[in-house]
């Protein structure tokens, strides 16, 4: 990409950055004029990541309002600042909100997350088409961890919970058990702690003292299981992808339906996934 359209695109970016600034939130108790800015742009990048979760369907205005609790005000300023910036586009047919071309190109000069998904691609394909199943390449950020890439497999019935944006508290998905158990112990309580109220308000058939005990499971068998954690009946089965510090910086996993993951199967598709994770960790140090 030309040097002079990064710069423009930049040059949005701030302006619309510029713009985030001057949103107050609503009912605003009173607070320096960089403490209100701060907290609108944090406001703002869940807009946009919630945006994202939406994929290519896109997210409504009262979607918005309803996820994240905004007045329909706030949500529409938020929407229209992202959008100046070209981090957000509005379709014109169905009004629905989707990622503009800006976080293209920011996503783009992410070359580390780049190379991963480059040297993940081919695994997550051929998981999906040797087991049949939905296979996945997730990572972690901060204390989530986030789907990038979904590959379907050929057997009719699916799992739909997670998509290319979506995000989980680290150790509730077979990924983010995955990731969370390749974290060193304390950095591992640390984002337990963090996501302690999420996880127990939205994930309630999840209690954090059986996330630890499945983690030292991982642990020892070197594959993540999540037994219908999130759904009954949906399960699946996670790998950590981690570089040459032994840090996580990502993870494979399949999803299918409790029959398909059970008993010998279960095994098999585990050395499949360290097989591929294996892979994926030979590759990018190549790439």
Known sequence: ??????????QSFEEGTAALESIRMDKATPRSAAAAGTQSIERAMEVLRFVASAHHRGARLTDVVDALKLSKSTARRLLGALARSGM????????????????????????????????????????????????????????????????EGSYPIRTHLLQPGGRHPLGISAAGLAILASL????????????????????????????????????????????????????????????????????LSIAAIES???????????????????????????L
């Open 184 to 251: 060193p112990d304390a950095d591992m309580e640390s984002a337990l702690q963090a996501n302690a109220a999420v996880i127990a308000e939205h994930y309630p058939r999840v209690q954090l003292a059986r996330v630890r005990e499945m983690a030292a499971q991982t642990r020892r068998d070197r594959v993540a299981l999540n037994p219908g954690m999130i759904l009954e009946g949906s399960w699946a089965l996670g790998v950590a992808i981690t570089d040459k510090q032994g840090r996580p910086i990502g993870a």
């Open 1 to 10: 990409m030309a040097l002079g359209i990064i710069d423009a695109n930049m």
């Open 88 to 151: 957000v586009e509005q379709n014109p047919d169905n009004k629905h909100y989707v990622l503009g071309e800006e976080a293209w190109v920011l996503g783009t000069l992410a070359n580390g997350r780049q190379r991963l998904l480059d040297a993940a691609t081919d695994s997550v394909t051929r998981l999906a088409k040797l087991t049949g199943d939905t296979a996945f390449l997730v990572i972690p950020r901060g204390s989530y961890s986030v789907c990038v890439l979904r590959e």
């Open 260 to 286: 398909r993951i059970v008993g010998a199967r279960q095994e098999s598709l585990s050395a499949l996934l360290r097989t591929e994770a294996d892979t994926v960790m030979q590759r990018i140090n190549t």
